[in-house]
Each structure stands twice: as structure tokens, then as C-alpha cells.
């Protein structure tokens, strides 16, 4: 730990991508010794209601270091990579960042550019909401139906939303693209990796933290105004805490789905890292556990 911190040029922005309950968090504040903001670039953070449910930092880890971009979204609204950008491009003036998360498109939009693609119209997110994501995917240009994750239905209905809300296929935008806010070559790219041996029973282990620290309660607050269509519902073991709550599951049951979603969630991670990330440095997460 100490050698990769002393090689790090103080100055320069440091980017920290890793799947999930990889240790990212622990190794941004150590970065964060050297000074800095830690700039969450986890789509699931920023909301306000999910601080156990998501790994948000803790008070005492927000108090001991400068942290920016955490749970400042209500659970009610929508928040996407654009809204991110936008956040993010209003830090980049300030104190050195440190951004750590686990969403690689937050990533790759910082340093690949995002296509300036307009809000959707809430009439047309809910006509996405109602529909089966087979059905929307069926209706996508050939480029876009390439290019997506076929297999995450919140892809699909964001492809299938900007079509429909502007005519264009979401490949088009994307081949548009204008300049990045931080290209690759002005920052200090690293990414965690977790052999799943050694990091499957990390995940059990702190989804059992979780419920220990207050999970339950923390989705019991989110009850009286659930609604699963919305981007904060997307937490990991969100909606099986909240079927436990509604006497639609057991609690054990829901533990196992939130488990095991988690483990999917950590391979989907892996394979865009692999993919998208070749260029960074690469580190063993277990090298600074």
C-alpha cells in the first residue's frame, strides 16, 4: 500500500474502479492521505436513503476525510450519468479527486466523453417502466442492439428511452460523442482485481454486516413510498428487503437472493473492467485488504 501511494503524483486526479466489496473505499482514503476529495462514482451511492444497503463511506469516514457526491440524491428522483457528469465537472476546480466506485459507465463517460443526449420525458420513462424489456429491445436499431448490455433490462429501457425521445439510435448518440471531462492520459487510472474465491465470501460476509447495522431498518423507511421502477430501487438487495417486509419472503430467503445477486453483479463488474479497463493499473485486491 505504502509503495502505490509514494508513486502516485499528489497532484494528478486517481481514479479507482473495483468490483464490488473489493476494498476500494479503504484504498481511496489511504490515496486520500496525500490530500484530495474521495468522489463517489457509484450510480447507487448517491442516494440519500441507501447509506448501509449501498457501502456508502460512514460518518466518521466522511468526518476524517474530504468526500463529495455521496447520498446527496433523494431516493424519489431520477439521477442518471449525465446528472453525474454535471456534478462531477463542478469539482474538477477544486481540491485534487480521488473518485472510487464500482459503475464502469460512470467511468468511461468521465474519460470517454458522454453524448449531450436530452432528459427523458417522464411520460416516455413510464411507458419503458410498463413494458417487458423484451419487447423494448425488439425495437432498437441493430448498432445500439450490438453495443448494449442485452441482459440488464435498465440498459434496455435507457436505449429504447432515448430512441423514442429523440429518433436516434443510442449508438448514434454515443458515435457523436464530444470531448471527456478527464482524459485517461491527465489522470492516474487503477482498478482492483478480485478473484472470485477470494471475494465471494466477502460479499456474504458484508451483506451479513449490513443487516447487523441496520439494513432492514434503513429499508423499512423506504416502504410507505416504494416504487421499484426507480433508479434507487436498483440496490443491491433493495427489493428483497423490502419483500421481506411485506411478508413476501423470509428474511433468510431474501439474504440468499441479495447474496447471490451481489456475486452476479461482482462477475457483470469483472467483464467490463476486463473489457473497458485493459489500460488501467491493474492491482490485486487482496494485495490491500
Do not use: C
Request: no cysteine; aromatic share 6%.
Amino acid at each position: 500500500m505504502k509503495q502505490l501511494i509514494a508513486s502516485l503524483d499528489a497532484e494528478r486526479p486517481v481514479l479507482i474502479a473495483g468490483p464490488t466489496a473489493s476494498g476500494k473505499s479503504a484504498l481511496a482514503m489511504a490515496v486520500a492521505e496525500q490530500g484530495g476529495v474521495i468522489v463517489n462514482a457509484d450510480a447507487l451511492q448517491v442516494f440519500s436513503g441507501w447509506r448501509i444497503l449501498t457501502a456508502r463511506p460512514s460518518l466518521k469516514d466522511e468526518n476524517a476525510f474530504p468526500h463529495a457526491l455521496y447520498g446527496h440524491v433523494s431516493n424519489d428522483a431520477h439521477y442518471s450519468v449525465g446528472h453525474w457528469l454535471r456534478d462531477v465537472a463542478g469539482l474538477l476546480d477544486g481540491a485534487r479527486p480521488i473518485f472510487v466506485g464500482g459503475t464502469g459507465l460512470n467511468f468511461a463517460a468521465l474519460t470517454e466523453g458522454l453524448a449531450p443526449i436530452p432528459d427523458t420525458p417522464p411520460e416516455v420513462r413510464a411507458r419503458a417502466d410498463a413494458e417487458d424489456p423484451d419487447v423494448l429491445l425488439a425495437e432498437l436499431d441493430a448498432a445500439t442492439r450490438a453495443r448494449i448490455d442485452t441482459a440488464n433490462p435498465a440498459r434496455i429501457r435507457r436505449a429504447w428511452e432515448v430512441l423514442e425521445t429523440t429518433g436516434r439510435g443510442l449508438a448514434d448518440w454515443q458515435d457523436n460523442t464530444g470531448p471527456p471531462l478527464l482524459p485517461l492520459a491527465k489522470v492516474q487510472p487503477i482498478v482492483l482485481n478480485a478473484a472470485r474465491d477470494w471475494l465471494n465470501p466477502r460479499i456474504e460476509q458484508r451483506f451479513d454486516i449490513m443487516l447487523k447495522s441496520g439494513a432492514l431498518e434503513e429499508a423499512r423507511a423506504q416502504v410507505p413510498a416504494w416504487n421499484p421502477t426507480l433508479p434507487s430501487s436498483r440496490a443491491i438487495g433493495a427489493r428483497e428487503l423490502v419483500a421481506h417486509l411485506k411478508g413476501d419472503l423470509s428474511l433468510a430467503d431474501a439474504r440468499e437472493r441479495a447474496v447471490i445477486l451481489s456475486r452476479q453483479y461482482a462477475k457483470r463488474q469483472r467483464t467490463w473492467f476486463r473489457a473497458r479497463m485493459a489500460g488501467w493499473k491493474q492491482l490485486d485486491a487482496a494485495l490491500f485488504a
